[in-house]
């Protein structure tokens, strides 16, 4: 069974810089896609980052693009978020969420990930 822990969420002032960690345990040769959701309150779950396991490939959502990096560290079982030039719109709860699906277009559609983190909270000010 896969299990994942998110870590790294906090209180920053726009612009700054956060760093979201995701520790996987229990990980399964069948898992396809480890990513980032988040959900801001009265809005839907929406992909932010995403990496595809066995190529590296990955993909980021339109409004994080050139401000968000997602990697993958092997030794440490984690897969990261750096944030930079934060953006009060990017206030959410940050979840981590790994899928066994395969199909590209669907890295970022919630429904189909299987392993979800209870998730961290990220507060940017303005």
């Known amino acids: 069974q896969v299990q994942l822990v998110e870590s790294g969420g906090g209180s920053v002032q726009a612009g700054g810089s956060l760093r979201l960690s995701c520790a996987v345990s229990?990980?399964?040769?069948?898992?396809?896609?480890l990513t980032w959701f988040r959900q801001a309150p009265g809005k839907e779950r929406e992909g932010v980052a995403t990496?595809?396991?066995?190529?590296?490939?990955?993909d980021y959502v339109a409004s994080v693009k050139g401000r968000f990096t997602i990697s993958r560290d092997n030794a440490r079982n984690t897969v990261n978020l750096q944030m930079m030039d934060l953006k009060s719109e990017d206030t959410a709860m940050y979840y981590c969420?790994?899928?066994?699906?395969?199909?590209?277009?669907?890295?970022?559609?919630?429904?189909?990930?299987?392993?979800w983190g209870p998730g961290t909270q990220v507060t940017v000010s303005s």
């Open positions: 229990g990980f399964s040769s069948s898992i396809n896609y």
């Open positions: 990496v595809q396991v066995g190529s590296r490939v990955t």
């Open positions: 969420a790994a899928t066994s699906q395969s199909n590209w277009w669907l890295r970022f559609d919630p429904s189909r990930y299987n392993f």
